[in-house]
């Protein structure tokens, strides 16, 4: 069973300030995502990437950063984190087989106050 | 790129009954087809796949029908219980390579005795 792990689980910070999310994944999968989920908006696309020190960008990547340092590894980063942050920040994973299927995360609650 | 509807946004079943999520989809080269379920507190669960051109998947109280020609995905929910209430979210893939899924906005499912 594919397993993906992700820390902190919350997180509260303030305007400004600077957060790293934290994504492992044990299944050897070479692609990992980060998505943010709101309320009207669904679950959308911040980054990706398909490889360690790869690095490719989604469709909301405006105040994100991203790093893959190993195949298990990939990290989201809030440098100035700002309200509109506020989101429920979900990782997951994918390999070419089974279509690309992603397997999630539990996800981390983010709020900026 | 690729758009996804999703619809309806709340359904409201009574148990044993039966009930059909719709989503429709926009980008004629997507390939890969996803359900996922997901509870209160928790991430999105792979429930169901297609990738065929109207191909029915059955299992776990679900059928999936894909029919391509009119771009619709369908999750049809064929005797609901009361561990069947959560938000379903339909996911598509294009053949953009490595590319995240495309998700629609999500259906909340309650169902009631």
């Known amino acids: 069973e594919a397993a993906v792990t992700q820390s902190p689980r919350n997180k509260v910070t303030v305007t400004g300030g600077n957060v790293t999310l934290s994504c492992r994944q044990t299944n050897s999968h070479n692609y990992m995502y980060w998505y943010r989920q709101d309320t009207g908006h669904g679950l959308r696309l911040i980054h990706y990437s398909y490889g360690a020190g790869n690095l490719q960008i989604g469709d909301v990547p405006d105040g994100y950063k991203a790093t893959r340092t190993t195949q298990e590894d990939f990290f989201l980063l809030l440098e100035l984190a700002s309200p509109s942050q506020t989101s429920l920040y979900f990782c997951a994973s994918s390999d070419w087989t089974r279509g690309y299927e992603q397997y999630f995360g539990p996800g981390t609650r983010l709020t900026v106050l | 790129g690729e758009q996804v509807e999703q619809r309806p946004p709340h359904l409201s079943v009574r148990e044993g009954d039966s009930a059909v999520i719709i989503c429709t989809y926009t980008d004629p080269n997507s390939y890969y087809f996803f359900w996922y379920k997901q509870e209160p507190g928790a991430g999105l669960q792979l429930l169901m796949k297609v990738f065929s051109s109207t191909e029915i998947n059955e299992g776990q109280g679900f059928t999936v029908l894909l029919n391509k020609k009119d771009k619709q995905l369908s999750l049809n929910l064929t005797a609901a219980h009361p561990g069947d209430s959560a938000v379903y979210f339909c996911?598509?893939?294009?053949?953009?390579?490595?590319?995240?899924?495309?998700f629609g906005l999500g259906t909340r499912v309650s169902v009631f005795p």
């Open positions: 996911a598509v893939r294009s053949n953009n390579y490595a590319q995240g899924l495309t």
